[in-house]
Each structure stands twice: as C-alpha cells, then as structure tokens.
C-alpha cells in the first residue's frame, strides 16, 4: 500500500513530488527503454549523445524486447519500476492503451521518429528472388486459401520462381515487425487472391485473421527471435533462405546482403521514403507524460531525439528513412508541447 505523502516526506521526498518517481518502487535517476529491435539502434545513438553531451548523467537503460513485448512492459504501470519509454515498430494498438489506462498511465506522447521498411533479403550469391505480396503470402501463410498450406518450394508457389525451398527466417510474435509483414504485406496478397478477405476483416475479425495473418508453424518460416543480426548471419550460412527485418539492418549489411524487391520494387532510401516500397511503416516512440517532470533528463532525451532524426543526421545514416518535414514538424510540436496522445485515434 503506498503510504501518504506527508507521512512519507522525511524518507522519500522525491517520490512525492511527482506520481511516476514511485510507485511503490524507490525512484530512479536514469532514463529506462525498452521495445522494437528496429528501433533500439536508434535509440541507443541517441542515449550515447545523450550521455556525451551529459557527462554527469547515468546512461539509459535501453532493451531490445519486440515492441509487443515492451508494449506490456510500458503499460504495467507508472513509477521507477516501469519503462518511461517504449520503441515501436508499428503505432500502439487500442487494446495497449486501455491496458497503460488501468495502470495509471493515461497521458502518452506518440511521436513518430521516422519511417522504416520491412526487408526481404538474401545473402550474396544466392539464387535471386523478385516476389509479389500474393507469392509472400502463399508462401507463409497458415491456411491460404481457407486450406492448410501444402507448399515447400518456392515454384510451388509460382512455377516462374525457382525450385528451392521456402526457409524464411523472421522475427516473433512479439515484433512489430511480425506485426507490419501481416498488415502490409500478407493481408494485401490475401485480399489479392480472396475477394471476400477484405470484407472479412469488419464481419469476422478472427476469420480474417486466420485466412489472412497467421504464420505457417511447419518450419518454412523459422522464428530468429528478436536479434536481427542473428538473422543476416543465417542468410550468410544459408545463402537460398530469406531474412526479414528492418530496413535498417540491411542497408548495415549491404556488402553481404540483397534486398529483395516485392511486386517489382525494390527497398531503398528513397522507394521507402516516398511509399512506393509495399513494405514502408512508421516508427514510433511512446513516453508517459508522467515520467516527465520524475526521471532526470528525459524531456532533454526527446529534445536531443528530434534534433537528430533528419535527412542529413545521424539516425539517417544508421539506416533510419528521415519522415517528411512536416510529419517531423509535428512529432517535435509533440515533445515541445507535450501533447498527449488521442486515443481514439488508435485501432485493434
């Protein structure tokens, strides 16, 4: 039970001043992340200028967990024993908010840092693929067509396409990354291939679900888990399977890697950014507003994110596509004013 703060003033006066420096759990003078593996390398450039340009700071806490994974951790509650920040791959769900809600955590800023692509890639030398949203989603799917899926080479899937087995290698469950290959890729090649799928998605959520998103579990698509590096060195020792992970990861890779263009367009810089890559998404930070005025140098942290997510800084050159001016104009309006998050804005 948490005790009042006039009878606790003598003991933990911090914890007082403000509902996030306590709850129940001491306090804490460090920033703590935690979220997508897309944009951990983003948010941890920062933390290392934050640090830099802070000598007397601790350094922040920041941990890859998947963003469905960080979402939990974020929305469990506010105080010292709860994250002030999550990275996300995808924008927060409905469902996510109403679970921060109960835990107190009912002001958020969302902020969009930039834009990202989901990468299909190849090691060097492989034999190359060009696919389609409808390839990708025959290929992965669980029940393509209302069925189970029966294909193990790729010229199953269309006789054009070489025989060799499907092996994708891709991240969990958890991953906002998961979650972006299904919205933008599988559920366009399902639509493409059942004229009734689109209208699945408002009369039967769960059937929609089902014919549309969910992974195949008989080894074709292999879960790497949340380390994207991971993920390019099995490319390397599996020249014909298939990584998929951000952008970010393959523009690192480039001299061991190759993108693999999707219904004819292949990811870069610029068909990400201007939305002609089937695979662009963007990328969120969300912090509770709480945690604010509690945790030491967290309002400068955000200062210091949008001062170097444009075009010619350094999260661009760590693979980061800068977002538009002015969705870049509004995401610092947000950390500036400090403007809460709507959440009827927010879907699923």
């Known amino acids: 039970m948490r005790i009042p703060c006039l009878i606790a003033a003598a003991l933990a006066l911090a914890a007082c001043q403000d509902q996030a420096n306590g709850g129940g ?8 992340a935690v979220g997508s593996s897309t944009v951990y390398p983003f948010t941890t450039i920062v933390a290392e200028r934050f640090v830099a340009n802070n000598p007397d700071a601790r350094a922040p806490v920041i941990e890859s967990t998947g963003t469905g994974a960080g979402m939990k951790l974020f929305c469990a509650g506010i105080g010292a024993g709860h994250p002030d920040l999550v990275d996300a791959s995808r924008r927060m769900k ?21 834009i990202d692509g989901i990468a299909f890639a190849q090691a060097n030398g492989g034999q190359r693929l060009q696919l389609g949203a409808v390839d990708i989603y025959k290929a992965l799917a669980a029940r393509p067509g209302g069925h189970p899926n029966r ?30 290959l299904a919205d933008l890729i599988m559920v366009k090649g399902c639509e493409a291939t059942n004229p009734r799928a689109a209208a699945l998605a408002h009369s039967d959520p769960a059937a929609h679900l089902t014919l549309c998103t969910a992974v195949r579990e008989d080894g074709a698509y292999i879960d790497a888990g949340e380390n994207d590096n991971l993920i390019v060195q099995k490319l390397q020792s599996n020249p014909d399977a298939i990584g998929v992970f951000g952008y970010s990861y393959l523009e690192e890779n480039a001299g061991t890697v190759d993108g693999v263009a999707i219904d004819g367009v292949a990811p870069s810089y610029d068909t990400i950014a201007d939305g002609r890559y089937p695979g662009s998404r963007p990328l969120y930070l969300y912090v509770k507003k709480a945690h604010l005025s509690a945790i030491p140098g967290l309002r400068d942290f955000l200062k210091l994110y949008a001062a170097n997510w444009g075009r010619g800084g350094p999260l661009v050159r760590r693979g980061l596509i800068a977002s538009p001016p002015a969705v870049q104009a509004r995401a610092a309006a947000v950390i500036a004013d400090e403007i809460p998050l709507d959440p009827g804005a927010l879907h699923g």
């Open 94 to 114: 409905a469902s996510e908010y109403a679970a921060c809600a109960r835990h107190g955590a009912r002001e958020l800023l969302e902020i969009q840092i930039g």
């Open 25 to 32: 759990a001491g306090t804490r003078d460090q920033i703590a």
């Open 151 to 180: 294909t193990r080479t790729w010229a199953d899937v269309d006789p054009r396409l070489p025989a060799i087995p499907i092996q994708v290698y891709g991240p969990p469950a958890t991953s906002g990354t998961r979650d972006a």
